[in-house]
């Protein structure tokens, strides 16, 4: 055919690093998919619900409400009506607590 070997084994390894990269971004796709179909039929948590994430390196912490829950991420609403928006897989993957209502009243009746 006329092709150097070096000039095959340019396209070849450029071939190999592109599929690599759709590959890793393919993955990321599927586990925030499958991240989200397990939330929907699980129901750890609904919209509505006021939640607090456990981890260390969301810059946001605090409490937040479940504004909506996509395939890709969740709508969170912090109290001072900041959105963030938060993938279903780390969603899975970090600790979340479900703040009840009657927790809020009882810290609420305390201050007074």
Same mark, same amino acid.
């Given at each position: 055919w006329? +092709? ?5 084994g340019? *396209?070849? !390894? !450029? $071939? ?11 993955? !990321? *796709?599927?586990?925030? +998919? @499958?991240?989200?179909i397990?939330?929907?039929?699980s ?9 607090? *994430?456990m ?5 946001? !912490?605090?409490?937040?409400? $479940?504004?909506? *829950?996509?395939a ?12 963030? @928006? ?6 899975l993957q970090?600790?979340?607590?479900? $703040?009840s209502?009657?927790?809020?009243e ?7």
């Open positions: 006329g +092709v150097n070997i070096r000039e095959l340019l *396209i070849l !390894s !450029s $071939i190999f690093a592109v599929i690599g990269v759709a590959l890793f971004a393919q993955w !990321s *796709i599927l586990s925030n +998919v @499958t991240a989200g397990i939330l929907f039929f129901f750890p948590f609904k919209i509505g619900d006021r939640i607090q *994430i981890d260390k390196d969301l810059e946001t !912490s605090g409490n937040y409400v $479940i504004e909506d *829950i996509r890709y991420h969740i709508h969170l609403r912090k109290d001072n009506g900041q959105l963030v @928006t938060y993938p279903n897989n780390l969603m970090k600790a979340v607590c479900v $703040i209502d009657e927790i809020i009882n810290e609420g009746s305390d201050a007074v």
